[in-house]
């Protein structure tokens, strides 16, 4: 990498407030809410994960006509495939019911590789400033490519092991993702059971690591900020607390839900609805299904997608996959820069 280029790739220190908002993929991310958070002094993501390549790349164009300031774009590293044919089956029957109440078939469970290649080349041609991975780091020639176009590559890990796997392979910050957060789980491991230790703990054992740590994972008020940045973090990354934004694409009964008093009243960590670990708020889907959902991504996901799109469209959240990190009550609705501004440590 030349001397030019590498002076001129984003730091985390470059950011007025040192806060993140953090891809969420299915909808809830978009152009504008990560255009508004880095507009407003924070660092603004788009969520690549289940868009084509296509769609990648024109949301990346959307978001760099809305603003000059650094935007980051989050990918989903492929994987083999865990879940054997007859499991698949299995599972079909189970939810069968579900989909004639609304009148729809399940999905074709296939695996696929979520346009990887395809988005990788848009991603070395239009060089956003920062790229983070989840679900696994790619191989080094990945991220010495992005590296040497002025990208700043970003992990996310669960644990110790995955953050030297992730070093080792040339990442240059490392987004440290504990069991409070809503959404997936970022484990290398597909079908790896969810590690109890709090973001906190995490954060002390990754501290003699000599990279920048990004703590995910429950942040929703400025106390959390504080108490991350506390402990070591260089930044914090928040996501359920941008899901209320003006900007933010969250669906309307999702939206509903995370103000419930009485409907939904916690949240708990399911595989149901994709085949991977992830939290959300617990529901009537996760109620019934939590017990015979076997491991399986993207499979699942797949199967279930016409599912919870039906049940989007009749405003039905009881069949919807809410995902909410465990202190969603916090939450704001409003400009996703008076959001921001509510992070400030």
Request: aromatic share 6%; with cysteine.
């Amino acid at each position: 990498m030349d001397t030019q280029r590498k002076a001129s790739r984003f730091s985390l220190k470059s950011l007025a407030l040192p806060v993140i908002q953090a891809p969420m993929a299915g909808g809830p991310s978009t152009p504008h809410l990560a255009a508004a958070v880095s507009a407003a002094g924070g660092l603004g993501f788009l969520a690549a994960g289940y868009k084509t390549a296509a769609a990648t790349r024109a949301e990346i164009e959307a978001v760099t006509s809305l603003t000059d300031r650094p935007v980051g774009v989050n990918l989903f590293v492929p994987q083999a495939s865990v879940i054997s044919h007859e499991s698949l089956q299995k599972y079909a029957e189970s939810l069968a019911p579900d989909a004639e109440r609304f009148g729809v078939s399940l999905g074709q469970p296939r695996h696929d590789d979520d346009d990887w290649d395809k988005k990788l080349d848009a991603l070395l041609e239009l060089a956003p400033a920062v790229v983070s991975f989840t679900f696994d780091f790619p191989e080094s020639s990945v991220v010495e490519a992005l590296q040497q176009h002025g990208v700043y590559v970003v992990a996310t890990v669960t644990d110790r092991d995955e953050a030297l796997q992730a070093l080792a392979g040339g990442a240059d910050a490392l987004c440290v993702q504990g069991p409070e957060a809503g959404g997936h789980r970022g484990t290398f491991k597909a079908a790896a059971p969810p590690t109890e230790v709090p973001l906190h703990g995490i954060l002390e054992e990754l501290a003699d690591l000599e990279v920048p740590l990004i703590a995910a994972g429950g942040i929703a008020t400025a106390e959390h900020t504080r108490a991350a940045l506390a402990v070591g973090a260089a930044a914090v990354q928040a996501g359920t607390a941008f899901l209320r934004a003006d900007e933010a694409g969250t669906k309307a009964a999702h939206r509903a839900a995370l103000t419930s008093s009485h409907r939904f009243t916690t949240t708990a960590v399911t595989r149901a609805f994709s085949g991977r670990n992830a939290r959300g708020l617990q529901n009537e889907f996760m109620r019934r299904h939590d017990g015979a959902a076997p491991y399986g991504y993207p499979e699942i996901h797949h199967l279930t997608t016409p599912l919870r799109a039906a049940a989007a469209a009749a405003g039905e959240p009881d069949w919807l996959n809410l995902w909410a990190g465990v202190n969603y009550r916090n939450t704001l609705g409003g400009s996703a820069e008076s959001i921001l501004a509510s992070l400030r440590p």
